[in-house]
């Protein structure tokens, strides 16, 4: 990658016309740069991404409120232009011509990795028909951080994004999702999430659902337990903040060797500090095993 001066894309074309480069090399101004932000936690921003956004002449945000918020945190002074649902489409066509003509521009969602349920899908696809080149930064995601935080079986998983509004539209987004064997991640509105797990225990009440909220930040929380479990207890949980929310797979059906499956008891217990009977009820509706079989490993164990 070629390091380019800090005074833009002006004193980046002098510098090239003026040592008589090739014009191939011009075309690396023409980049993209999709550009991931902290979540939460402000400390969570590279290095690489401030030195990216310095440099940069226009940095396209959802909301350049909060954009602004954390560039002067780290004191980078940059241009910014709101670009989100309703108008991205309208100001693409002058965005490419800016590119073209050798501007250096980043795209920013207002937390984590742009283009994941935020705007700029449709410009990236424009800027490969174009020949221009997007470069990707790469730093948080709460997709990934909530993966990771939940226990849930990390591979496969499914991101599914934001959960429909309506009731008949998300029946149908989970009778879906629901089939899937892996882990499915899904961002909901934190005012729909008691609805939601309503839903869930009607149509899944023994599978196994993790809620995260706010994650790297202070009040950071993740709890898991049955559907339907949840739903009853639904009222507990505080209606603030940012939310994910993780499915497990459906039942497994393979043979789990008694070893296996006195290690997932235990885990179940230490982990959520839930009773024997508790870990077992859990568990049996989770995977296809009987009760009967899960209490005599524990009282031989």
Known sequence: MVAWPSGKAEACKASILSSNLSATLY???????????????????????KEILSSCDLVLCEDTRQTKKLLDHYHIKAKLISFFQHNELQKEDEIIRHLQKGLLIAIVSDAGTPLLSDPGLSLVQRCHKEGIKVEPIPGPSAILASLVLSGFCPIPFQFCGF????????????ESLLTYSGTSICFESIHRLHETLELLAKLVPQRIIGIAREIS?????????????????KDSIPLKGEVVLLISGK???????????????????????CTKKEAIEILCHAITISKKRLYNLLLND
């Open 217 to 233: 930040k202070m009040h950071e929380t993740f709890v898991s337990n049955t559907a339907k479990n949840l739903s009853e207890q």
């Open 27 to 49: 075309t690396k101004l023409m980049t993209l740069y999709v550009v991931s932000t902290p979540i939460g936690n402000l400390q969570d921003f590279t290095f690489r991404a």
């Open 251 to 273: 039942k497994e059906t393979e043979e789990i060797s008694d070893e296996e499956l006195v290690k997932r008891l235990t885990q179940l217990q230490s982990t959520h500090s």
């Open 163 to 174: 959960i429909p509004k309506k009731q008949s539209e998300k029946r149908i987004f989970f």
